[in-house]
């Protein structure tokens, strides 16, 4: 089977390669008029107002005031310790800072490939961060792009050792007890890729076998056509196709 086809990725899912980064030339050192004080290096003189006018259109920040896009600092700081405690996966610092805000649950988390905190904390195999949230009546219900916590979870890179699969199997297990919020096992995101195409794809043969006990459709087919055992052979993992 050709291998040409690049598989299907979730929304918001970063590559290996890195982003290019703007890079900005403000030529030679000018003085608060915009007069060239440094003789030199060539490139546009810009002085002191528009420095402060880049500022704004490069962070929003709002030069004399301090602040960022509008956002008070201490809400900024506050989001910004959610968005590491889910990140890192401190449970008991994600439910401190739900108590104090519980918005926060459902907020796109800017920085970490995008996604609800739950289908993050999925992805990076924190189940206690996952337990707390679900917890709290986190939403498992697909984003606009159809990717659900557990679409997240599959398709999650697989990393060395068994302490890494059993954690993304104590994650599925969190979803799998939700009562009253049933967890699709077949359902498929805009691509029509489902969590045993993403497992098959990524070699988490763990989380294959729990899919397949829970019901999963072995023979459903993407928007190419292919299965599940396409997604792993293409992919050399002998260990899930088996």
Known sequence: MSSSRAAPMPAGYYDDEEEEEDEFDFGGREDED????????????????????????????????????????????RGEAFREAVLSGDADR??????????????????????????????????GVVRVLLSRGASVAPDPDGFTPLLALCAAARREGEES???????????????????????????????????????????????????????????????ALCFAADAGRGEVAR
């Open 34 to 77: 915009g007069q060239d004080a440094g003789g030199g290096g060539g490139g546009e003189k810009v002085g002191r107002r528009a420095r402060e006018d880049w500022r704004e259109r490069a962070y929003g920040e709002d030069a004399e005031e301090g602040v960022a896009g509008g956002m008070p600092a201490q809400e900024e700081d």
């Open 165 to 227: 699969e059993s954690a993304l199997l104590e994650c599925a297990r969190a979803l799998f007890r939700l009562r009253g919020r049933e967890v699709d096992v077949n359902h498929l995101q805009c691509q029509q890729t489902s969590a045993l195409m993403f497992c098959g794809r990524a070699g988490h043969s763990g989380l294959a076998r729990l899919l397949l006990e829970r019901g999963a459709r072995r023979d459903d087919r993407d928007s190419q056509r292919w299965t």
């Open 94 to 127: 994600v439910e401190r800072a739900l108590e104090e805000d519980a918005s926060l649950m459902e907020e796109e988390l800017a920085g970490m490939g995008g996604g609800r905190p739950v289908s993050v904390a999925c992805r990076e195999g924190h189940p």
